[in-house]
């Protein structure tokens, strides 16, 4: 059961730390202390280098395979007609029918002569004046949900939130276009504003987690030419009890790369596997710990 498996994520959390403790005071204080700057600066490197070098990466060879996926994914949407289903939906009730050609007809890349269109057509059906009601915000909340909710299920939502700002006169002019433009504009409208953000931030911890072990397995080669610190005198309870110490604190970064892998395999795997989802997570108590620090 996830209970079970939560258990199992606290009782994995805790040995993998007590192991970095035993180690780290075997090895004694000076070298442990050397390691773990070592892993410092490895983090700190990848930290940098995975932003600098995601979003040319995300260019040159992700974003062909996520408009693909996009096109494909939207081939059978309609905005038009969820706008129509939409406005027939709450406005039918004053007798109003909206149709494809006039849904088109209505839009406009200005965002307040939109809503105004609306609104008039609104009032000269039915004689009722939405605005006073807020009608205007309505209808643009309405379009906004609509967006956001087609699209979330695409989305690995664990590496962000779809937030378009309509509110943005560039914004709602480009998302007018995707709506009355070619299948194609309305996949480059996804991609520019709901998908990049969020493909990126994986790109980037894919990078992070790569460059990051490689740079662990540089640092472990290292100590091991640098043992001859280990000939410095130093009491042995005291090299033993320090080096436990900082074993903690390279325990405790251990487990947040590999609650960053987790993160990954979660949003890879769309939050369906078995072990790996956020359901199992909520039930850790140590590991959600680690699990929701966020560095970027």
């Known amino acids: ?37 070592g892993y410092i600066v490895a983090i700190v490197f990848s930290y940098f280098f995975s932003g600098w070098v995601s979003p040319e990466i995300y260019e040159s060879a992700v974003k062909p395979v996520v408009i693909e996926y996009i096109t494909e994914k939207t081939e059978n949407i309609d905005p038009i007609e969820e706008m129509q289903n939409t406005l027939n939906s709450k406005y039918g009730v004053f007798g ?47 379009i906004s949900n609509e967006i956001n909710e087609k699209f979330r299920q695409f989305l690995p939502t664990e590496f962000g939130a779809i937030n378009i700002n309509l509110d943005d006169n560039e914004v709602w002019a480009d998302v007018i276009r995707a709506i009355k433009g070619e299948e194609s504009s309305l996949a480059i409208f996804v991609e520019e504003y709901i998908v990049r953000g969020i493909v990126i931030s994986i790109v980037r911890l894919v990078v992070f987690i790569l460059a990051f072990c490689i740079l662990a397995i540089a640092v472990k080669v290292l100590s091991k030419v640098l043992k001859i610190v280990d000939h410095i005198p130093l ?45 199992t997570i909520e039930q850790t108590y140590l590991f959600r710990l680690f699990y929701n620090i966020r560095i970027f």
């Open 96 to 142: 109003i029918n909206f149709g494809k050609s006039r849904i088109r007809s209505l839009l406009s890349e200005d965002r307040e002569e939109t809503m105004a269109n609306i609104s008039d057509y609104i009032s000269e059906k039915s004689m009722v004046d939405i605005t006073s009601n807020g009608g205007d915000e309505i209808i643009g909340n309405m």
């Open 1 to 37: 059961s996830y209970k079970d498996s939560g258990i199992v994520d606290d009782v994995f959390t805790p040995a993998i730390i007590c192991i970095y403790i035993y180690v780290c005071g075997k090895r004694g204080f000076l070298r442990s202390v050397l390691m773990m700057l």
């Open 235 to 279: 009491v042995n309870s005291a090299n033993t009890i320090l080096g436990g110490a900082i074993g903690l604190i390279q325990g405790a970064m251990s487990v947040y790369v590999i609650s960053l892998a987790v993160r990954l395999l979660i949003s890879i795997g769309g939050n369906d596997m078995i072990f790996f989802n956020i359901s």
